[in-house]
């Protein structure tokens, strides 16, 4: 029992980390792409917001799974 716990904790910070690094990484990219086209509106920041939101809700949702499944 307690290996699969251990690999179901794996999983989930390994899911959780590459989510935050796949949203760096693109919203990095983005904003010099808004920096260098049209920097006097910061259209990034809508994406910034709503990907923000989206992962949040997402490894929220994610994590309680994980907790629940752990009871």
Known sequence: MKFTDGKKTTR?????TM???KYIVVN??????N???SPH???VLWIIAGW????VL???SHYLE???TQE
């Open 52 to 55: 923000g939101i989206g992962l």
């Open 58 to 60: 997402n490894l929220m």
């Open 66 to 68: 994980y907790r629940l």
């Open 41 to 43: 509106y910061w259209w």
């Open 12 to 16: 989930f910070s390994l899911y959780a």
């Open 28 to 33: 990095l990219f983005l904003f010099v792409v």
């Open 19 to 21: 989510s935050v690094v």
């Open 35 to 37: 920096w260098l086209t």
